[in-house]
């Protein structure tokens, strides 16, 4: 099993930057494939990106494409999410997840392991 710990979420202005961590414990966090997710007000929880245990393939979704970078440091056991250019519409509880699986990743049903959530707010 693995416990996992968001931070980073916070307020800022449209245009801004705000970099996400996801720290592990428990199993070999290597043994992982990682992904981040968002649940806006009034919205379904949905794919932002995702990295494979290596960090070799990351994936990401159309909306957060060319802004946000995921990135991986198995040996510190932390998974972190960049997101530039930040947009009213980033607004979302930001939740990582981890996974044994290596496919179907952009998929929330994939993932086993969750964690609590950080809130990112960001104001036009």
């Known amino acids: 099993q693995v416990q996992l710990v968001e931070s980073g979420g916070g307020l800022v202005q449209a245009g801004g930057s705000l970099r996400l961590s996801c720290a592990a414990s428990?199993?070999?966090?290597?043994?992982?494939?990682m992904g981040w997710f968002r649940q806006a007000p009034g919205k379904e929880r949905e794919f932002v990106a995702a990295?494979?245990?290596?960090?070799?393939?990351?994936s990401y979704a159309d909306s957060v494409k060319g802004r946000f970078t995921i990135s991986r440091d198995n040996a510190g056991n932390t998974v972190r999410l960049q997101m530039n250019s930040l947009k009213p519409e980033d607004t979302a509880v930001y939740y990582c997840?981890?996974?044994?699986?290596?496919?179907?990743?952009?998929?929330?049903?994939?993932?086993?392991?969750w964690g609590q959530g950080t809130r990112v707010t960001v104001s036009s």
């Open positions: 428990g199993r070999t966090f290597s043994s992982y494939s």
């Open positions: 997840a981890a996974t044994v699986t290596r496919d179907g990743l952009t998929k929330e049903h994939a993932y086993d392991y």
């Open positions: 990295i494979s245990r290596s960090g070799g393939s990351t």
